[in-house]
């Protein structure tokens, strides 16, 4: 028989051909075992952070003397996080053993940061912040994943610019499961004063050359105020200017508040005086046309502003 290297069951027979002395016989069938060994499988699984592509388990099957035998089948491979067991199977064939196992492919997250824009408002009394635009950063490729949600809010109530955060803001898309959030970069946007109405009302008539000073009421509509503060609080001690046919006094008037009604004074100075009187020629009040005084100011707190205006008959005369 020939030299037998595989495994299997092999029977070999004694055979003596005999001599001058001695007949020729054969001996009984004998039977040589030869099993199949243990291949050398060394199958590794993998972690990594997701990247788009698939991945698996890596591995080698080796027999006697090192060489590749029998066929290593490395099982499923994984793209999205979490990723799973991939099931590995070698089947020896004829001399080595099959075997079979589990190992674990993990697929970690992405981390990305989110950034956004807040737009700008009129004072509101609250921090609230409205979200213009948001985006994120880190993004793969063509994978679908949304900045969703969250609450915007400004540093400080009042008027101003402002930083603004975005808080609670999660992603969406059919890959965001493959994204962890990490951050959302803070904005900035501005508060801008509330304006605020009201009436005002002057003397009847005005005479440039004569009268000291020109005084006003103004009657505030509170229904305009949003923080709960009252007109005193708001404009008691603000300081008002005055603008007469397109051109502005450069003295500024404080207010008083009294009986609910803000109260302004500016005196007549010869500035003033010469402001008023580019405004008529009339020498009497019964011909003195009708002029606007504008009156304009910031409430105390910066807030709001406040615009009102009073008509007077103003003349120019020193009979």
Same mark, same amino acid.
């Given at each position: ?11 070999? +027979? ?228 005055? +603008? ?67 008509? +007077? ?7």
């Amino acid at each position: 028989m020939a030299d037998q290297t595989n495994a299997g069951t092999y029977y070999v +027979t004694a055979h003596y051909t005999g001599d001058a002395n001695h007949n020729a016989s054969d001996g009984a069938a004998v039977a040589i075992v030869i099993n199949q060994a243990d291949a050398t499988v060394n199958v590794n699984g993998y972690t990594g952070v997701y990247d788009t592509a698939y991945h698996g388990a890596t591995g080698s099957a080796t027999g006697v003397g090192g060489v590749s035998v029998g066929m290593l089948n490395l099982g499923a491979t994984f793209k999205n996080v979490p990723g799973g067991m991939a099931h590995w199977t070698f089947e020896g064939g004829a001399n080595y053993l099959d075997e079979q196992g589990y190992v674990a492919i993990n697929i970690l997250a992405r981390h990305i940061t989110g950034r956004f824009t807040a737009a700008d408002k009129i004072y509101d009394g609250n921090v609230s912040a409205t979200v213009l635009t948001r985006s994120l950063i880190g993004v793969l490729g063509t994978d679908v994943v949304n900045l969703t949600g969250g609450t915007a809010k400004f540093a400080s109530k009042n008027v101003g610019t402002w930083t603004v955060t975005l808080t609670s803001a999660t992603l969406t898309g059919v890959d965001a499961g493959n994204y962890a959030l990490d951050s959302v970069a803070t904005t900035t946007a501005k508060i801008t004063p509330k304006a605020l109405t009201g009436s005002a009302t002057t003397q009847s008539a005005l005479n440039i050359a004569k009268d000291g000073t020109v005084s006003f009421r103004i009657d505030l509509n509170a229904s305009g105020i949003v923080d709960g503060q009252n007109v005193a609080q708001l404009f008691d001690g603000a300081w008002f200017r005055l +603008t007469v046919g397109g051109q502005t006094y450069s003295v500024q008037a404080q207010a008083s508040v009294n009986g609910g009604g803000i109260h302004v004074k500016f005196s007549m100075s010869n500035e003033l005086k010469a402001i008023l009187a580019a405004n008529t020629t009339a020498t009497n009040a019964s011909n003195a046309p009708t002029v606007a005084f504008t009156l304009e100011a910031a409430s105390r707190d910066g807030n709001y502003t406040l615009q009102a205006t009073a008509w +007077t008959r103003l003349f120019n005369t020193t009979k």
